[in-house]
């Protein structure tokens, strides 16, 4: 479904769910740099609320290490060459370019990867053809400020589509922080001008309602540069024409959450209103505690989020995942709430990493914690979308957002491993090697150097060197995880006393002084008692997985760019022993710790294997059951690995133990065809329908088979005693084409032989109720219902019972 049509799906599913109280999303108040308008950067102009902290410009920060490799991976990889093989990314036909033409978001999103990308690591290649396509693009800008393909001017109820410009204000952003160009703020204030004249319906159509949090940050950044006010009456009416995440979730589409969500904070940066800081949090909240009840710093989200799709079998969209990075990288800078710092590492180290292969020339649309297998088959049920997403493609048009967005990924998080505060220090916010240079002091200040010195996430030791022209002093902090509290720092080797989420080190600071950081990592395991008290396994900000053998098959592409579905080569379906430790073992580190044979850790642990958890047909990884569960197989010690460097994963286990729960293998399902978009578990999952045009749970349907005779096939995995069934019809009289059925039957497998059953009541095709017949009774291990579709019409259930 294109992805404009697919928005209003999104807005169904969101209709369906009521978002919490806010009373269960009181923010905290962090400690650390105070909020202030100081600072050697660019500072809140008032009366924009002071924030802590200030991102350096882009290029300031080197990374070094295993960071350094992901972005020598993603120059050479997708990210810097996808232009190569994207049609959505040929100059000389980009409407961005050539405002005759058309385009959308594909450049915008790539090109801000891109760009960034460059400057984190000043290849000049990646360098060169940003900037030809920045220049390109500020020459189309007309006399009243729009620029980019004419099109889009009037292609949304005949006004302008906001949307895809969004990501390319941050480009012209990051570029004019990375350049100085002098164009680029006349530039910015004339689009932005443009905006401000349109009328407040614009403001609330499609994609860009969802999405406002991001110019909102454009304007504040344009604002704090130029001090002009027009543009704080532009962030009002953003606001106002956004969709409404002050009272609740508006959309249930993944990719809007992660970047709306904070949409209301960053309108209490103007506001003031206590409200709209709460709104954030509870959002955040919300979301978390209904579909992200699984390890690896997202939720399920597999396009939209739906009701009671939370099993970790379900997968967060890698758009999703460098968005919700993005967003938790700019709430850190606007709170110092480090909750937010310890999400984006969790989701870098976790998510990211797997979202594409070891070389970074593939990716895929959805990563999932459970997932041991990645194929290119349609799953009906998992996923909502109507195409395979989890084999490893270039993409371009099945994958399509995620392949040119993902590469803001990793650059971005560079340009927040250090901040800058507003009582002129420095702040290392996240972790990783690297070389920082920067301002601090006061005064004018002085410029320092920062080399940080670590294989964190994989090590919990953390050197910081100093290097100065002259004796400077100010203030240097170290953030404090979450999930550590035994910190300990030394300055020069002597231990020093410090408490709270950001660690202070104010004092004089000489070339060659040393830092010390150590943050002790322990083996903890997470309950998750909303997905059945299934259980992950934690080392510091690391989330390991069961270490699956992989099998690569190239299923399409070409030798540089390779389309590959990974298949398992050991067994998966096991459950960790209750109480069982975990042994930690250290290995010498490939060239790239972020796959199976270079990860420099992993851990071991006792298990056993849970025969009836199992694929299903169409080799999507079975649901958890109840936990513990009961196994008879054989005690065995199983290897986890980090979970981002699994491509096949198990990261939520079931527990076994000898009084557990003894799981029941699945019913298997089959039918004579199934609409793309549909689910042959659907009806068998339980959810009571509203009625029999409920779209707000999964259904299963023969659409487009019209007027044909269909059936539904259920194996229940054992000879069962069958005397009646129950079926409740999809009909969407007024909205589609799917009806009751003219008349339908059960039928049993006797031998080889389907035979109807006998003396029934009668099959009744009432809408809005379960139709429920009695028979005779039966022994059989599968039964059908068969269906005889109205002419013209097609058909489909919501429930269907066997007893």
């Known amino acids: 479904m294109p992805r404009r049509d697919f928005l209003g799906v999104s807005l169904a599913a969101a209709a369906a769910v ?26 809140q102009r008032a009366p924009l609320r002071p924030v802590p902290f200030q991102k350096l410009p882009p290029g300031a920060i ?23 093989i994207s049609d959505f990314l040929v100059y000389d036909t980009n409407g961005w370019v050539d405002p005759a033409q058309g385009a959308w978001e594909e450049l915008p999103y790539w090109l801000r990867g891109l760009a960034d990308l460059g400057y984190v690591t000043g ?35 005949n006004g302008p589509d906001f949307w895809p410009g969004m990501p390319l204000l941050g480009a012209f952003r990051s570029w004019y922080e990375y350049s100085g160009d002098e164009r680029i703020l006349p530039f910015m204030t004339k689009y932005l001008q443009f905006q401000n004249t349109q009328p407040p319906e614009v403001f609330n159509r499609s994609w860009g309602a969802f999405r406002w949090g991001d110019n909102i940050d454009s304007a504040y950044w344009l604002y704090n540069r130029t001090g002009d006010q027009w543009l704080l009456d532009l962030v009002t009416k953003m606001h106002n024409g956004s969709a409404d995440y002050v009272n609740g979730i508006p959309t249930w589409h993944n990719v809007n959450i992660a970047q709306g969500f904070r949409e209301p904070l960053q309108y209490w940066l103007l506001s003031g209103d206590a409200q709209h800081r709460e709104a954030t949090y509870r959002n955040y909240a919300t979301v978390l505690g209904m579909y992200g009840q699984v390890p690896g710093g997202g939720w399920a989200g597999d396009e939209n989020s739906r009701p009671g799709l939370t099993d970790p079998r379900q997968g967060f969209e890698t758009c999703g995942i460098v968005e919700l990075m993005h967003s938790c990288e700019l709430l850190t800078r606007f709170t110092g709430d480090v909750a937010w710092t310890d999400r984006c590492e969790e989701l870098a180290f976790n998510s990211l990493p797997a979202s594409y292969d070891a070389q970074q020339k ?12 990645l194929d290119d088959q349609r799953k009906h049920g998992q996923f909502e979308n109507p195409f395979a997403m989890q084999a490893y493609k270039y993409g371009v048009h099945q994958y399509r957002c995620c392949p040119h967005n993902y590469g803001m990924g990793w650059p971005y998080y560079v340009q927040e491993l250090f901040l800058a505060t507003t009582d002129n220090g420095l702040a290392a916010s996240m972790y990783a090697a690297s070389k920082v240079t920067a301002t601090v002091g006061p005064g004018a200040g002085e410029t320092v150097t920062v080399v940080q010195d670590t294989e964190y996430p994989f090590s919990d030791t953390i050197t910081f060197t100093v290097s100065t022209q002259r004796p400077v002093r100010f203030p240097f902090y170290l953030r404090r995880p979450g999930w550590t509290r035994d910190v300990s720092v030394k300055v020069n080797g002597e231990p020093v ?151 096949l994963r198990i990261t939520s286990f079931p527990r076994v133990s000898a009084d557990g ?68 019809w999809f009909d969407d009289t007024g909205s589609g084409q799917c009806r009751v ?25 009432a809408v809005d109720q379960l139709n429920t017949t009695t028979f005779t009774p039966v022994r059989t291990q599968r039964v059908r219902v068969e269906a005889a579709l109205r002419p013209t019409y097609s058909g489909g259930l919501l429930q269907l019972k066997f007893s």
């Open 362 to 373: 593939v990716m895929h649309y959805i990563t999932c914690p459970n997932s041991p297998q």
């Open 497 to 647: 006393r410090v408490s709270g989420d950001w660690l202070e080190l104010d004092r004089t600071w000489h070339s060659g002084d040393r830092v010390e950081l150590t943050l002790p990592m322990r083996t903890t395991t997470r309950v998750w008692s909303d997905n059945h008290d299934s259980v992950s396994v934690d080392r510091g900000p690391l989330t390991y997985s069961l270490k699956i053998d992989e099998r690569y098959e190239q299923i399409g592409g070409t030798e540089d760019w390779p389309e590959l579905s990974v298949y398992p080569e050991s067994a998966w379906n096991y459950g960790l022993v209750a109480g069982a430790g975990f042994d930690l073992v250290e290995r010498e580190a490939g060239e790239n710790p972020f796959t199976t044979t270079g990860v420099p850790l992993a851990l071991t642990t006792q298990a056993q294997r849970i025969p009836q958890w199992e694929l299903d047909t169409e080799d999507v990884i079975g649901m958890l059951q109840a936990s513990p569960a009961r196994s008879d197989e054989q005690v065995e010690t199983v290897t986890l690995i980090p979970m981002g460097a699994a491509r």
């Open 661 to 728: 729960k003894e799981w029941s293998y699945r019913t298997r399902y089959t039918a004579s065809h199934v609409n793309d978009g549909d689910s042959l578990e659907a009806p068998d999952w339980g959810r009571v329908p509203k009625a029999s045009n409920d779209t707000s749970i999964p259904r299963f349907t023969w659409w487009d088979h019209r007027g044909t005779t269909e059936w539904i096939e259920y194996d229940l995995r054992s000879v069962h005693e069958l005397s009646e069934a129950s079926a409740y």
């Open 62 to 84: 080197e990374a070094r290490g295993w960071l350094a490799q992901q972005l020598d991976l993603q120059v050479h990889g997708l990210c810097g060459r996808y232009d190569e």
């Open 741 to 765: 059925p003219e008349s339908w039957r059960v039928l049993w497998l006797d031998g080889e032989t389907w035979r109807p059953v006998e003396n029934t009541t009668p099959y009744d095709v």
């Open 18 to 43: 009521t978002a919490l109280d806010p009373a269960h999303a009181a923010a905290a108040q962090p400690d650390g740099p105070p909020a202030g308008r100081g600072g050697h950067y660019v500072p």
């Open 123 to 157: 290849d000049t290649g990646v360098l060169t053809r940003t900037e030809r396509w920045l220049n390109g693009i500020l020459a189309t800008q007309a006399a009243d400020g729009w620029f980019g393909p004419e099109r889009l001017r009037t292609s949304l109820e």
